[in-house]
């Protein structure tokens, strides 16, 4: 039903879509405002209680104990295998839905570094394909820890850093990023898959449906960090990433776009006006649409160990990756992109 141009959602909607609908719409809720609650509780309990202002003393504390670290503990553990399997996680994955795919098999007994492509508005293949055990990614790739690299803003915001913590995802700092692509896995695990989206929250700027334009001619260190620790570099696409979301966007040298830029810098945080859907209609809103999304892992690409590699080294197989990210782009997208000979990967 459409009334002045807004699409309404049907009355008798089944009952798992509707919480399809609410698991999407909580998760956008806590990335979106779980940084800024994090410091309000912070603030209330230091500033207007009486007894919690000294656990949250303590918790500073532990903080500063927990900095940079990228071990899990048995009790983060215990939480993180039940969150990855749980029934919030499957709805989300359905929603979409979420697929993974793999074009071959990898080494269970190595360290590898996934470089997922493009970021979108909000990484959702990337959370439900390697943050969730919904799609088996440890059954496709069986052996392999995984764990996500997030914005280390977030770990910056007490209590929201928790709830990353807790799901096993890794602050993007050199110091994390190198203890987790140095050692090896505790068991059961044989082997490693860091999760990294080199474009970053930058790149949420060029995200825009039927569009592939990525940030990488500059980013560089990631595969500076993969050749001083000797791991291989696995290519990974989301095809669809970009269609849940739509956003207003301005022109390069405007002031609304040097302002959002700003804001980026000081924070870390993008602040973009999304154009989504909502519960009952599905005009506009910030509830992600209803696009699949399928990620696809492609075959790894070996780097060999140099601790100091100099600029031509990481110039040469930053060159050869992009160009094996490309292939892979170009041999799926006619799987999973409707035109797929006029999208091109855009190189930023």
Not at 144 to 167: A, H, Q, T
Not at 218 to 225: A, H, Q, S, W, Y
Not at 283 to 310: A, C
Request: aromatic share 16%; proline share 7%.
């Amino acid at each position: 039903m459409e009334i002045l141009g807004v699409k309404f959602a049907p009355l008798r909607v089944p009952l798992n879509r509707r919480l399809e609908t609410l698991s999407v719409a909580l998760w956008i809720l806590i990335c979106a405002l779980g940084y800024f609650v994090g410091y309000i509780l912070t603030a209330y309990f230091l500033f207007f209680t009486q007894t919690m202002r000294y656990f949250i003393l303590l918790y500073f504390i532990w903080m500063y104990y927990d900095w940079n670290k990228f071990d899990i503990g048995k009790i983060r553990r215990k939480f993180l295998q039940w969150i990855r399997s749980c029934a919030w996680n499957r709805y989300f994955c359905n929603y979409f839905p979420i697929k993974l795919v793999k074009t071959t098999d990898l080494d269970p007994n190595k360290l590898y570094l996934f470089c997922s492509f493009p970021h979108g508005i909000l990484p959702t293949g990337v959370y439900g394909a390697f943050g969730t055990d919904i799609l088996g990614c440890r059954e496709l790739f069986p052996g392999l820890e995984f764990r996500i690299v997030i914005l280390d803003v977030f770990y910056k915001s007490p209590f929201f850093r928790e709830y990353f913590r807790s799901c096993g995802g890794l602050a993007s700092t050199p110091e994390c990023m190198n203890q987790q692509l140095s050692t090896r896995p505790s068991p059961p695990y044989t082997g490693k898959a860091t999760v990294l989206i080199p474009g970053g929250a930058a790149e949420v700027f060029e995200c825009k449906p039927g569009t592939y334009r990525i940030l990488i001619k500059r980013r560089k260190g990631f595969v500076k960090l993969a050749l001083q620790n000797g791991n291989a570099l696995v290519p990974v696409c989301s095809f669809g990433e970009t269609d849940t979301f739509d956003q207003f966007s301005w022109p390069d040298g405007s002031f609304v776009k040097r302002l959002q830029e700003y804001i980026r810098k000081k924070i870390g945080i993008p602040p973009v006006l999304l154009v989504g859907r909502g519960f009952f209609q599905y005009t506009f809103g910030l509830i992600p649409r209803r696009k699949p999304v399928t990620v696809v892992v492609g075959s790894p690409m070996e780097l060999p160990k140099i601790e100091e590699p100099t600029r031509e080294q990481v110039e040469e197989y930053h060159e050869k990756f992009v160009k094996h990210l490309k292939k892979l782009f170009e041999n799926e997208k006619y799987k999973y992109i409707e035109n797929a000979d006029s999208v091109h990967l855009e190189f930023v």
